[in-house]
Structure formats: C-alpha cells, structure tokens
C-alpha cells in the first residue's frame, strides 16, 4: 500500500526479552517519527530522523531504547531488555521534505508479561 | 520547550450538534504549524485540518473548522453537525516551521450520543 505500514501490529514479549519494532514510510518521504502511546495517553515523543541528519533521539527514555534508519527508508526500533512498563502503542510517521503533516501507521501495540 | 495543552481530557456531543474542542500551545516562535489529529480506535492517527501561522484566515475542512488566535496562542477545533463516526481522541498538535518534530497534546475524547 502507499501509507506507512509498521510491524508487526501486535507482539506479546516476556519481560527481559529483545524487541525489534519496524517502520516503513511512505515512498520518498524524508522525515521519520517514533512516538510512545500509553494507554489513555498523549503520544511521548521518541526519536526523529530527518534526511541524512543525526537523529533526534532526545525522547528516548532509556538506553535501552535505540532505533536506526537504514538507506533513509526503513526504520527498525529497538527495546532490549524489556520491562512491563515498556507497554504500549508505538506509532510511527513519515512527512514529505518541505511539508510538515506527518502521516502515521497504525502502530504496534507491545505488550510485555 | 513548546507545550501544547488540551485542557479538556473528555467531551460529549449529541448527533448532529457542534462541539468545540479546545487546544492552546507554548511558543516564541513565529514559524509554526498546527494540527488536529483524530485517533480513532483503530489506532490510525488521522490528520482532520491544518494551519499555518502566518495565515490570518482560519482554516477549515467541510464540518472541521478552527478558531485559531495567534496573540492568544490559542486553536480550538469546531465540529459542525456531528456524527457517530467523529466519536475518537483528538489529539493538538504543533510543529516549529523547517525540520522539526511534532510536539502533542493529552488528547480529548470525544463522544458522540445517538
């Protein structure tokens, strides 16, 4: 399809486990978002890749949170050593080079046990 | 550091009434954008209007339209004849002109009664 597509939608991880969370942005789309959503809660800013600039990666709320952007399309977002309060939504967003309107996936919704 | 505040953390509308949702934000900056979002539970943020700062005409998508004072910074989202359908989280949002993340709101949600 031609929106941003995230994967897997859901993953069930025991807790201390690695978890890999895939983006990928619309075609030619130059800004790449992460965001947080906890349940009943606003989106918490993560990471921001734009281009082929360092990343923004002030949100990260852990060391354990890491996330890479390969070729300038392909995003994958990494949480090692997963704890339960790591739960949520993880939404991900692509914007157009000199337009600001982010357009999301779906999101992943992780769920640690 | 902009802030956005929705200070509204839930809303009710009957069917085909006008609801108005409220969003103020925190800027010195004079190049800016401004979203709302509509999530409903689907998940799939959905953008529902935009607007520039630097348009004094507010901006408006069929039944979606804003109130948006500069000097206030203040933009409130105004659904005309609501239906079933517009019943989600609406999410404020901002972002700085140029390369810049979105900075978000809590949300309201919004229910619409038959």
């Known amino acids: 399809g031609a929106g941003v597509s995230q994967s897997p939608s859901n993953k069930v991880t025991e807790k201390g486990k690695d978890v890999e969370l895939r983006c990928d942005p619309i075609s030619g789309h130059t800004a790449l978002y992460w965001y947080r959503q906890s349940l009943g809660q606003g989106l918490e800013f993560l990471i921001y890749f734009q281009g082929n600039s360092a990343p923004d990666k002030s949100g990260l709320p852990s060391d354990r949170f890491s996330a890479e952007r390969t070729g300038g399309s392909v995003s994958t977002l990494t949480i090692q050593r997963t704890q339960q309060e790591d739960s949520a939504v993880y939404l991900c967003a692509s914007s157009p080079m000199n337009d600001p309107e982010a357009f999301f996936g779906q999101g992943t919704r992780l769920t640690v046990v | 550091a902009q802030t956005v505040t929705q200070s509204q953390p839930e809303m009710s509308v009957q069917e085909a009434e006008t609801v108005t949702l409220s969003c103020t934000y925190d800027?010195?900056?004079?190049?800016?954008?401004l979203f709302w979002y509509k999530q409903p539970p689907s998940r799939q943020m959905i953008l529902v209007i935009r607007q520039e700062a630097y348009k004094q005409q507010n901006a408006t998508e069929n039944r979606f339209s804003v109130n948006f004072q500069k000097a206030a910074k203040s933009f409130s989202l105004k659904i005309s004849d609501s239906q079933l359908g517009d019943a989600a989280m609406y999410f404020c949002?901002?972002?700085?002109?140029?390369?810049?993340?979105?900075?978000f709101g809590k949300g309201t949600k919004l229910t619409v009664n038959p």
């Open positions: 949002a901002y972002r700085r002109g140029g390369s810049e993340k979105l900075v």
């Open positions: 800027t010195s900056e004079s190049d800016y954008y």
